[in-house]
C-alpha cells in the first residue's frame, strides 16, 4: 500500500524557518516525482516544489511570492523528501502536502496536482505576523 505521511509542520513566527519531511513507502521512488503542495484557506491548491528523486532534479513554479525561500531535497535511502522553507510569511500559513506520480504519467506536468496519483493527509504550517 502506498502511503505519504508529512511532518513537520507548526506554529512559526514570521521570518523563521520550518523543515518538512514526507516519508514514502509501499512504492520505490525509481520512476517517481514527489510534490510538495500548498493549500489556504478558501484557495486552491498550488504546486511548491517538486523533485525526481533517482536523478536529483529539482523543480520550482515561478511564483515570485516563494521564490529563493524554498528548497526541495530526498534521502532516497530513508525514502524521505524534504522541504526546507526559510524566512517564512504569514501568507505561507497553508496545509501543505506531498503526493508522487511517476515521472512517465506526470509528463512534466509537475505542477498539476491532478495529474498525482497518491496524496498524504498534509501538515498544517501556520505562519505569525
Known amino acids: 500500500e502506498v502511503q505519504l505521511v508529512e511532518t513537520g509542520g507548526g506554529l512559526v513566527q514570521a521570518g523563521g524557518s520550518l523543515r518538512l519531511a514526507c516519508k514514502a513507502s509501499?512504492?520505490?521512488?525509481?520512476?517517481?516525482?514527489i510534490g510538495w503542495f500548498r493549500q489556504a484557506p478558501g484557495k486552491e491548491r498550488e504546486a511548491v516544489s517538486c523533485?525526481?528523486?533517482?536523478?536529483?532534479?529539482?523543480?520550482?513554479p515561478d511564483v515570485d511570492l516563494m521564490k529563493g525561500r524554498f528548497a526541495i531535497s530526498s534521502h532516497n535511502a530513508e525514502k524521505t523528501v524534504y522541504l526546507q522553507m526559510n524566512t517564512l510569511l504569514p501568507e505561507d500559513t497553508a496545509v501543505y502536502y506531498c503526493?508522487?506520480?511517476?515521472?512517465?504519467?506526470?509528463?512534466?506536468?509537475?505542477?498539476?496536482?491532478?495529474?498525482?496519483?497518491?496524496w498524504g493527509r498534509g501538515t498544517q504550517v501556520t505562519v505569525s505576523a
Open positions: 509501499g512504492f520505490s521512488f525509481d520512476g517517481y516525482a
Open positions: 523533485i525526481i528523486p533517482s536523478d536529483g532534479s529539482t523543480y520550482y
Open positions: 503526493a508522487a506520480s511517476t515521472t512517465r504519467r506526470l509528463d512534466g506536468a509537475y505542477y498539476v496536482p491532478e495529474e498525482y496519483d497518491y
